[in-house]
């Protein structure tokens, strides 16, 4: 299982980086290969200053060895081994009429003392976060997401789409971070569900990513801006900010356990704005999107 995940990784992330080299038609990816001591490495991939695309990261790492301390303290076990691999991704758009994409896709495993497996799981998800709200973009990027999870189980979705909603939530805000979309984790081998059943869910999501997304980027990359569309999508991306370095589990496990600081910072934007007591004009379309952002909301039936 392993083995076949690393292989559909690698394969997902040359897909989408060539077409989001396409979309921008300027920047390309830059490729950073590092080895983590511990054991395994990864493959970091940036774009940066393009005319689409301001900042994004699409990265894979496939990392083992003996389990952190941290996540022996989550598992109740002395001493284990383990094994983990993944892509995550994040893309940050220039124009602040498109939306930011955030998707991972993962898998784990441990062992015991002679190397058998004790334990494994897929996790995962992707979501949005719009500046400008469209709703016929959020109504898209979700009947994607309904799509594929409905070719595995009808109540996939529903269950993916509110654990994303809870997930994203800038408590201290009391805000969504955006518009949601999915977020699964411990997929394991459950009530007749496989392994390989698993599998085949989450790489189905994962290749409706591009789906998912693209289409909103060609719908919105045109629309003409000015700066204080600009200084909005600034002052949102430090709400973005704010919810990966105080709340995601993910970026706060890699601070603790020694995990590379470029690959684990990458999803933060390149420039931000926290303007004090910021409030957004009554009516406006930035209006708009907060009161959408305090209210999870059901987009597709």
């Given at each position: ?25 300027e ?13 395994g ?58 939306p ?60 993916y789409?509110e ?92 601070l ?25 004009e ?20």
């Open positions: 299982m392993k083995d076949q995940f690393v292989n559909y990784i690698k394969n997902l992330q040359d897909s989408i980086c060539s077409t989001i080299e396409t979309i921008d038609g920047a390309t990816f830059q490729e950073d290969l590092w080895d983590r001591p511990e054991g490495g990864g493959r970091t991939r940036v774009i940066e200053n393009g005319n689409v695309f301001e900042k994004g990261g699409v990265n894979i790492s496939t990392v083992y060895g003996e389990l952190p301390e941290a996540l022996r303290k989550q598992f109740t076990v002395d001493q284990a081994d383990f094994f983990a691999c993944g892509l995550s991704l994040v893309i940050h758009p220039k124009n602040p009429f498109i930011t994409v955030h998707a991972n896709w993962r898998y784990f495993e441990m062992y015991d003392t002679k190397g058998n497996i004790v334990t494994q799981w897929f996790g995962g998800g992707q979501d949005l976060t719009p500046y400008y709200l469209f709703e016929e973009d959020a109504v898209h990027f979700h009947s994607i997401c309904k799509e594929a999870c409905d070719k595995h189980n009808d109540t996939y979705y529903k269950k789409k654990t994303c909603d809870n997930y994203f939530w800038n408590a201290h805000r009391n805000e969504a971070r955006g518009v949601g979309g999915l977020f699964f984790d411990y997929l394991k081998e459950e009530n007749g569900c496989t392994m390989q059943n698993h599998y085949n869910f989450v790489t189905e999501v994962g290749n409706s990513f591009l789906s998912s997304y693209i289409p909103i980027v060609e719908r919105r990359l045109n629309i003409p801006y000015e700066q204080h569309h600009k200084d909005w999508q600034e002052v949102r991306r430090g709400r973005y900010v704010e919810f990966n370095l105080v709340h995601d589990r993910g970026t706060l496990f890699g603790k356990t020694n995990g590379r600081i470029e690959s684990i910072l990458m999803s933060l934007p390149p420039t931000v704005q926290w303007k004090y007591n910021h409030h957004p009554t009516g406006s379309e930035e209006e708009k999107l907060i009161n959408v952002l305090r209210q999870p909301k059901n987009w597709v039936n």
